[in-house]
């Protein structure tokens, strides 16, 4: 069966400090992977995808993921944070069974301090 | 600009009472989605439609209904056998299709609350 799993719950860095929100997942298969973010009170952002054509995937607003296979990680990374990152960050991974259906991690909260 | 629109923002419910979600999109994606996001948890799929005129249940259908009767349309009904309806509904679309690594788009949700 297929998981992610969010290492961490809460996130607290400091202003243009970096950035790692942590995710592991669980698959028989190639997953296909999404990181999504949340601001309050809105719907989820596509951050970035791995397509399987680069482990490296760069996404928007600065954000990156390494997709590890012997890890079986695909952790966020940002070299420097802003104060509008404070957000929820989710780790996604697709179906196997279903192209149509995502399994969604619980939830990273990333708090910026000034 | 192309999106998706959730209506209304805020909805509040009675008890015994059923009440609509509206989803409208304008993206020309074959797919749709509704979920269900309860504090400190991620998103639980309740129905989605690959194509006019079907959907099928998700993870958490019961209590709920939806309908699909034009393409950019979704609606969710919940019901009054959904004994916890309290939450956060997002509703979503994609490209229609059965491999590949389209990403779902988002609405702004609605805010369901118990009177």
């Known amino acids: 069966a297929q998981s992610v799993t969010q290492l961490d719950s809460h996130v607290s860095v400091s202003e243009g400090t970096p950035v790692l929100l942590r995710c592991n997942y669980s698959s028989s298969y190639s997953p296909s992977l999404f990181w999504y973010v949340q601001h309050p009170n809105k719907g989820l952002q596509l951050l970035l995808k791995?397509?399987?054509?680069?482990?490296l995937v760069k996404g928007i607003n600065g954000f990156e993921a390494e997709f590890k296979k012997s890890e079986t990680s695909f952790h966020l990374t940002k070299p420097s944070a802003h104060m509008s990152d404070a957000a929820e960050y989710f780790c996604v991974v697709r179906r196997m069974d279903s192209s149509y259906k995502l399994i969604f991690g619980s939830g990273t909260r990333l708090l910026v301090r000034p | 600009d192309g999106g998706i629109t959730q209506s209304p923002k805020y909805l509040f419910r009675k008890e015994g009472q059923n009440v609509t979600l509206s989803c409208e999109q304008n993206l020309n994606h074959d797919a749709m989605y509704w979920y269900r996001q309860d504090p400190g948890q991620g998103l639980r799929l309740i129905y989605y439609?690959?194509?006019?005129?079907?959907?099928q249940k998700g993870d958490i259908a019961e209590g709920y209904s939806v309908s699909r009767e034009k393409k950019e349309s979704f609606p969710l009904t919940v019901t009054s056998a959904q004994k916890n309806p309290t939450a956060f509904y997002l509703c979503?679309?994609?490209?229609?299709?059965?491999?590949?690594?389209?990403?779902?788009?988002f609405g702004d949700g609605t805010r369901l609350s118990i009177l």
């Open positions: 439609s690959q194509i006019v005129n079907d959907f």
């Open positions: 979503a679309s994609s490209i229609g299709e059965t491999r590949g690594n389209q990403p779902q788009h």
């Open positions: 791995y397509t399987s054509a680069a482990t």
